[in-house]
């Protein structure tokens, strides 16, 4: 780990590994899917989930690619992760809020940004989020909704900004 500032990239793609695997966790830890689907690994030196379902993983996948694009032209504000009942009634709301990246032109974007937070610092923020994500169902309780639960993954953009277009367009009415 590095204690170099980071590129505005490497900030980009940090944020979007973390959120990729926060909702993941989230997904666990409210038990949306049943824990046998979910396979224990170790991100940021800390115990996390991860979906083995392969339509779900495409998913989640294609949502965080949107969401990187959308992190590089500036258009993002939050990433909100719905979990929802049968009747499409939100039950919880986790959200991300991403509005204060800086604006770098785009040829200097693989440039370290001058007192930008560094890689090491970023990953202990990380680490701690996931902790406390992990403890989450102590404070909320369980949401006992068996099959009749389910989430989505929304990106909101910032007042009067439109989606920029993308090569892979993700059915993200998957869930």
């Given at each position: 780990?590095?204690d170099e500032s980071l590129?505005?990239?490497?900030?980009?793609?940090?944020?979007?590994?973390?959120?990729?695997?926060?909702?993941?966790?989230?997904?666990?830890?409210?038990?949306?899917?049943?824990?046998?689907?979910?396979?224990?690994?170790?991100?940021?030196?800390?115990?996390?989930?991860?979906?083995?379902?392969?339509?779900?993983?495409?998913?989640?996948?294609?949502?965080?690619?949107?969401?990187?694009?959308?992190?590089?032209?500036?258009?993002?504000?939050?990433?909100?992760?719905?979990?929802?009942?049968?009747?499409?009634?939100?039950?919880?709301?986790?959200?991300?809020?991403?509005?204060?990246m800086i604006?770098?032109?785009?040829?200097?974007?693989?440039?370290?940004?001058?007192?930008?937070?560094?890689?090491?610092?970023?990953?202990?923020?990380?680490?701690?989020?996931?902790?406390?994500?992990?403890?989450?169902?102590?404070?909320?309780?369980?949401?006992?909704?068996?099959?009749?639960?389910?989430?989505?993954?929304?990106?909101?953009?910032?007042?009067?900004?439109?989606?920029?277009?993308?090569?892979?367009?993700?059915?993200?009415?998957?869930?």
């Open positions: 780990m590095s590129s505005f990239n490497q900030a980009v793609s940090g944020i979007s590994d973390f959120i990729e695997v926060a909702i993941h966790t989230i997904l666990y830890v409210r038990q949306v899917y049943p824990a046998e689907l979910f396979i224990r690994r170790k991100k940021y030196d800390t115990p996390v989930f991860q979906s083995r379902h392969p339509a779900l993983n495409e998913y989640i996948s294609g949502a965080i690619k949107a969401l990187g694009e959308e992190m590089h032209q500036g258009t993002v504000e939050k990433v909100v992760v719905v979990i929802k009942n049968k009747e499409h009634v939100a039950l919880e709301r986790f959200l991300f809020v991403i509005q204060n604006d770098v032109p785009s040829f200097n974007k693989a440039t370290k940004v001058e007192n930008a937070m560094t890689a090491k610092s970023l990953i202990q923020y990380f680490r701690s989020f996931l902790i406390k994500l992990n403890m989450i169902e102590s404070q909320l309780g369980q949401l006992n909704l068996g099959d009749d639960v389910s989430f989505a993954i929304l990106l909101e953009l910032k007042d009067g900004m439109a989606p920029s277009v993308s090569q892979s367009k993700v059915d993200m009415a998957l869930v």
